[in-house]
T-cell receptor
């Protein structure tokens, strides 16, 4: 099956700093989503981005499908950004997402 | 965005008992729902795909008699952990597929933390 690798596994930032999270995948995808899992376990859908670039406030994402990677940018980080960020992909058309292992982000005040 | 409600959010049970977890799509119809399992500090692993009106499709290594899935309506899927044992303790999350808008997405419930004593 398709493999998903995320980096870095852990990231510690001071409030206000910027960061870039990376997601590499092993095959072409029809669906790629970025999620934020808060400390209570809730998964929040950040971006649906199988290709191209999107922005939502302080967050933006870029997927270069031909090179099989996606990047999530967080600018001016806040303590509420803390949590685990997952990249998930689907190489078929049945929406069976394969998740990466996530990046644990800690933003300190 | 679409709302997926999952209940209960937290349950403790004795070993040998069964636990039912509900996943509801509140403002859309979901012909397909998915059940995931997450161990502490690990990623989400797909357990099964739940299709309305038909039998669920289980991933390799997931016991279908242990994890019973019912998707009787377009807005409700249930996961029943039968004869639960401590090794079944985990965080279970459901998701539903929506066709709303130009981009198809998966939206997730808030999860259920199961602790089996």
């Amino acid at each position: 099956g398709i493999q998903v690798e995320q980096s870095p596994p852990d990231l510690i930032l001071q409030e206000g700093a910027n960061s870039t999270l990376r997601c590499n995948f092993s095959d072409s995808v029809n669906n790629l989503q970025w999620f934020h899992q808060n400390p209570w376990g809730q998964l929040i859908n950040l971006f649906y981005i199988p290709s191209g670039t999107k922005q939502n406030g302080r967050l933006s994402a870029t997927t270069v499908a031909t090179e099989r990677y996606s990047l999530l940018y967080i600018s001016s980080s806040q303590t509420t950004d803390s949590g685990v960020y997952f990249c998930a992909v689907d190489g078929g058309s049945n929406y069976k997402l394969t998740f990466g292992k996530g990046t644990l982000l800690t933003v300190n005040p | 965005g679409a709302v997926v409600s999952q209940h209960p959010s937290w349950v403790i049970c004795k070993s040998g008992t069964s636990v039912k977890i509900e996943c509801r799509s509140l403002d859309f119809q979901a012909t397909t729902m998915f059940w995931y399992r997450q161990f502490p500090k690990q990623s989400l692993m797909l357990m099964a795909t739940s299709n309305e009106g038909s039998k669920a499709t289980y991933e390799q290594g997931v016991e279908k008699d242990k994890f019973l899935i019912n998707h009787a309506s377009l807005t409700l899927s249930t996961l029943t952990v039968t004869s639960a044992h401590p090794e079944d303790s985990s965080f279970y999350i459901c998701s539903a597929r929506t066709h709303r808008g130009p981009n198809e997405k998966l939206f997730f419930g808030s999860g259920t933390q199961l602790s089996v004593l």
